[in-house]
């Protein structure tokens, strides 16, 4: 019992943990096995591979497969609450993607090939996987929930803003020039607002061009205010990171001190 419980504590760390040398050597060799596994379904999509090299491919995804199962089943058996890990995001993504190429066993068959293609693309997921490899991705992360609440009220600015003008612009130029409805206003107006400019639709009287004009000019600086929300608030958030990091003056100006320290180390007096 003993046993099987070490060997559970070490599997968690191996798998679960980053610090140490067997976890990083298990993070890169799947952080490879993930990267040659898309590989594999990107070259599988192009005819002319496929045709040439279709099973060796599929020899690929089988290993790839067996590979990403083993990895689960272990994720399963060493994780602290098993359900927990089932439920949480990486885990539906790990279960995603081992099930395309079972999904295959269950229809074989010509006429169910769309199908299985369908679900072969869902194997892209494991580039999500990459996320949790990254600890600048926690950085970015913070950052944008940070800004979350910024980036709402702009998103529901910007929404107002399109209406109007796609209200407007259905005014303007009507049914005849390719306006028939208000959302299709408001369409023409997200996709000139983005500097897309689809050419699907466009306007033709001298008002309705005038307004375009206006739009096309504030999406330049719409396009900026997401961006500039998030850079502040990681450049506010990489400032107090450093603070944080910066040790405290020793009071004897011999050494430094580490953040929560209360008294000098060397000295033994309190700390301002």
Same mark, same amino acid.
């Not at 591979?49 to 990895?71: N, R, S, V």
């Given at each position: 019992?003993?046993?099987?419980?070490?060997?559970?504590?070490?599997?968690?760390?191996?798998?679960?943990?980053?610090?140490?040398?067997?976890?990083?050597?298990?993070?890169?060799?799947?952080?490879?096995?993930?990267?040659?596994?898309?590989?594999?379904?990107?070259?599988?999509?192009?005819?002319?591979?496929?045709?040439?090299?279709?099973?060796?491919?599929?020899?690929?995804?089988?290993?790839? $497969?067996?590979?990403?199962?083993?990895?689960?089943?272990?994720?399963?058996?060493?994780?602290?609450?098993?359900?927990?890990?089932?439920?949480?995001?990486?885990?539906?993504?790990?279960?995603?993607?081992?099930?395309?190429?079972?999904?295959?066993?269950?229809?074989?068959?010509?006429?169910?090939?769309?199908?299985?293609?369908?679900?072969?693309?869902?194997?892209?997921?494991?580039?999500?996987?990459?996320?949790?490899?990254?600890?600048?991705?926690?950085?970015?992360?913070?950052?944008?929930?940070?800004?979350?609440?910024?980036?709402?009220?702009?998103?529901?600015?910007?929404?107002?803003?399109?209406?109007?003008?796609?209200?407007?612009?259905?005014?303007?130029?009507?049914? %005849?020039?390719?306006?028939?409805?208000?959302?299709?206003?408001?369409?023409?107006?997200?996709?000139?607002? $983005?500097?897309?400019?689809?050419?699907?639709?466009?306007?033709? $009287?001298?008002?309705?061009?005038?307004?375009?004009?206006?739009?096309?000019?504030?999406?330049?600086?719409?396009?900026?205010?997401?961006?500039?929300?998030?850079?502040?608030?990681?450049?506010?958030?990489?400032?107090?990171?450093?603070?944080?990091? %910066?040790?405290?003056?020793?009071?004897?100006?011999?050494?430094?001190?580490?953040?929560?320290?209360?008294?000098? %180390?060397?000295?033994?007096?309190?700390?301002?």
């Amino acid at each position: 019992m003993t046993q099987r419980k070490n060997l559970r504590q070490q599997l968690h760390h191996i798998i679960f943990d980053y610090d140490t040398l067997p976890a990083k050597a298990f993070d890169l060799v799947l952080i490879a096995a993930i990267l040659l596994s898309v590989t594999v379904v990107m070259l599988d999509t192009v005819s002319a591979i496929h045709k040439a090299h279709g099973d060796l491919l599929y020899a690929f995804e089988w290993f790839f $497969t067996i590979l990403f199962t083993i990895e689960y089943l272990l994720r399963i058996y060493a994780s602290d609450s098993r359900r927990q890990y089932l439920f949480s995001f990486y885990g539906i993504i790990d279960l995603l993607a081992i099930l395309p190429t079972y999904f295959s066993i269950f229809f074989p068959g010509t006429q169910y090939l769309l199908v299985i293609r369908f679900f072969r693309v869902l194997r892209i997921f494991r580039l999500l996987k990459l996320v949790k490899f990254v600890k600048e991705a926690e950085f970015v992360k913070a950052s944008i929930i940070a800004s979350s609440r910024k980036i709402v009220f702009f998103l529901f600015f910007v929404m107002v803003t399109v209406s109007i003008i796609g209200a407007l612009m259905y005014l303007i130029e009507g049914e %005849k020039n390719g306006f028939s409805s208000i959302p299709k206003g408001v369409y023409w107006a997200i996709v000139t607002i $983005t500097t897309v400019g689809y050419g699907d639709i466009y306007p033709q $009287t001298v008002l309705g061009r005038t307004l375009a004009s206006i739009l096309m000019i504030v999406g330049y600086s719409i396009i900026a205010v997401p961006t500039g929300i998030v850079s502040a608030e990681m450049a506010a958030m990489h400032e107090k990171m450093e603070a944080d990091r %910066k040790p405290a003056q020793s009071c004897c100006r011999s050494i430094g001190h580490d953040p929560d320290a209360r008294f000098c %180390k060397v000295c033994g007096r309190p700390l301002d």
